[in-house]
């Protein structure tokens, strides 16, 4: 218990911002947090004040795991990459060979998950392949 | 003759009328007693119990349902009690432990997740992903988001350096 006391105003905002499926486990050490956010700036949020807690996430304590319940199938999202193009690959992983790549800021559509890590998306030219979640925001 | 069947019903009236004040004359239990009692019984301090007419309803929460039955019974016991009303709702079960992904697929994730972060090194043991080299603050909150997701058993990052 001694976990969820220092990371109170973490859990505190994520029931508060109506995280559903909120599941909150200490176990060995660890504060798990999982969850699915309304949307990508409260898991920004939520993501922030873990940070103001835990300067730079380094005490390792703390794993949360947060999806942003707007990302779902047919949605539409935009490449986040810092300045590159985003890779479309042929399956889920880096070792997949790219078949294809979505311009920086360009806008695509989600059509369903592999997995948490790689999103199935198509772009509005038609290239379809597997592209990593972390670059994709959902347009909200 | 006479006499032998004048006694019998002597005394059969007599059982009669003694089983007659028994019952009819029983004192009577009031539902505040049996309230005090309920109270009173550590067993039962969790629960909330209204009595009427000495009928017990319950209410609260058991952490199961032999819990549940348990704390009726021990009700029905109290003298006075008619019957129970058993609303006692029953906790729910308690959250699965966490999953934690096998280390095979967590070090793919690991390194699906660095490819653009060649400055940060990261190993895997059993579930726990170890982190050295160095990254910027903002490249590091990126990279922990994407390690978190892989369902480790832990992320320790007590060997990286973050740059200004």
């Given at each position: ?8 105003q ?7 911002t ?5 599941q909150?486990?200490?176990q060995?050490?660890v504060?798990?947090?999982d969850?699915?956010?309304p949307s990508?700036?409260?898991k920004d949020?939520l993501w922030d004040?873990y940070?103001?807690?835990d300067p ?9 795991n947060?999806?942003?319940a707007?990302?779902v199938?047919?949605?539409?999202v935009?490449v986040?990459?810092?300045r590159?193009?985003l890779?479309?690959?042929?399956g889920?992983?880096?070792d997949?060979?790219?078949v294809?790549k ?6 695509i559509?989600?059509?369903?998950k592999?997995?948490d890590?790689?999103w ?16 994709l925001a959902p347009?909200? | 003759?006479?006499?032998?069947l004048s006694?019998l019903?002597k005394?059969?009236?007599?059982i ?5 004040w ?9 539902d505040?007693d ?5 109270q009173?019984?550590?067993v ?6 209204t009595v009427?007419?000495?009928?017990v309803t319950?209410s609260?929460e ?7 039955e ?9 003298p006075g ?5 058993n ?7 308690p959250a699965p432990?966490?999953e934690?992904a096998?280390?095979?697929p967590?070090?793919k994730?690991?390194?699906d997740?660095l490819?653009d972060?060649?400055?940060i090194?990261?190993?895997v043991a ?5 982190v050295?080299?160095?990254?910027t603050a903002?490249n590091?909150r ?16 007590s ?5 200004n």
């Open positions: 218990m001694a976990l969820q006391d220092k990371y109170r973490l859990v505190d905002t994520a029931v508060a109506g995280v559903n499926n909120l909150i486990r200490e060995d050490g504060l798990y947090i969850g699915e956010a990508g700036a409260i949020r004040i940070g103001s807690i730079n996430f380094l005490s390792g304590d703390v794993v949360m947060i999806n942003v707007t990302a199938p047919g949605a539409r935009k986040v990459t810092e590159s193009n890779n479309i690959r042929k889920p992983g880096t997949q060979p790219i294809g979505a311009a920086h800021k360009e806008i559509t989600l059509v369903s592999a997995n890590q790689w199935l998306v198509r772009t509005d030219d038609g290239e379809e392949g597997y592209a990593y979640a972390q670059y347009v909200e | 003759m006479q006499k032998a006694r019903f005394v059969t009236l007599f009669a009328m003694a089983a007659f028994l019952f009819s004359c029983k004192p009577k239990i009031k505040a049996i309230q005090t009692q309920i009173n019984n550590p039962l301090s969790h629960l909330v119990a009427k007419d000495g009928v319950l609260g058991c952490k199961d349902l032999a819990e549940k348990a704390c009726e019974n021990v009700v029905k016991q109290i009690v008619k019957s129970v009303v609303n006692a709702t029953i906790a729910p079960p432990p966490v934690i096998a280390d095979d967590l070090t994730g690991v390194a997740a490819k972060h060649p400055t090194k990261a190993t059993e579930g726990v992903i170890s050295t080299g160095e990254a903002a590091w990126k990279v922990k988001i994407a390690l978190d997701g892989l369902k480790p058993k832990k992320v320790d990052a060997g990286l350096t973050i740059k």
